[in-house]
C-alpha cells in the first residue's frame, strides 16, 4: 500500500479535526445545560460544592473552545494538550475501575465507559506532539 504514503502530510490534520469534532459534540449539548452539568459534576466525591461550578466552566470551555480550536488548527497543540490531560484525568478518576474490563473476553458495554475517554485523550495529546498538520486556519503571530 506505497501509495497511502502520499497522502502522509495529511495525517496529522485528520485526526486534529476528527478529535476537535468529538470534542465539540461534548460539550455543546453541556454548554446548553450548564446548570444541569454542574448539577451532576456536584454529585462526584472529588468535586464538592461550591468548586462544582469552576469544574464544570473548565471542562465545557475545554470541549467547546478547545475544540474548534482543533477543528480549525488555532492553537491546535495547546488545546490538544488541555484537552488530552482533561480526558485522561476523566478516563483514571471516573471510569478507573473499568480498565480491566478492555481485557474481558465478554466484550460488555462497560469497557467502553473507560476506553473512549483514554482513547480521546491519547488521541488530544498526540495533536499537541505532532501539531496542526498542512491544512489549518493560519493566524499571524497565534501558532
Known amino acids: 500500500m506505497r501509495f497511502l504514503s502520499q497522502y502522509?502530510?495529511?495525517?496529522?490534520?485528520?485526526?486534529?479535526?476528527?478529535a476537535g469534532a468529538i470534542l465539540f459534540a461534548h460539550g455543546f449539548p453541556k454548554l446548553l445545560n450548564i446548570a444541569g452539568f454542574a448539577d451532576f459534576v456536584s454529585t462526584l466525591p472529588w468535586a464538592p460544592?461550591?468548586?462544582?461550578?469552576?469544574?464544570?466552566?473548565?471542562?465545557i470551555f475545554t470541549e467547546v473552545v478547545g475544540g474548534?480550536?482543533?477543528?480549525t488548527g488555532i492553537r491546535a497543540r495547546?488545546?490538544?494538550?488541555?484537552a488530552g490531560v482533561m480526558y485522561l484525568?476523566?478516563?483514571?478518576?471516573?471510569?478507573?475501575?473499568?480498565?480491566?474490563?478492555?481485557?474481558?473476553l465478554n466484550s460488555s458495554d462497560q469497557q467502553s465507559y473507560f476506553e473512549f475517554p483514554f482513547l480521546l485523550g491519547?488521541?488530544?495529546?498526540?495533536?499537541?506532539?505532532?501539531?496542526?498538520g498542512r491544512v489549518r486556519v493560519r493566524v499571524r503571530d497565534w501558532d
Do not use: D
Open 78 to 82: 495547546t488545546a490538544g494538550f488541555f
Open 8 to 18: 502522509e502530510p495529511f495525517a496529522a490534520t485528520i485526526l486534529r479535526v476528527t
Open 49 to 59: 460544592r461550591p468548586f462544582h461550578w469552576l469544574l464544570a466552566f473548565a471542562v
Open 89 to 104: 484525568l476523566i478516563a483514571m478518576l471516573m471510569q478507573g475501575r473499568q480498565f480491566f474490563l478492555m481485557f474481558n
Open 68 to 71: 474548534l480550536a482543533m477543528v
Open 122 to 132: 491519547i488521541v488530544c495529546l498526540a495533536v499537541s506532539f505532532l501539531g496542526a
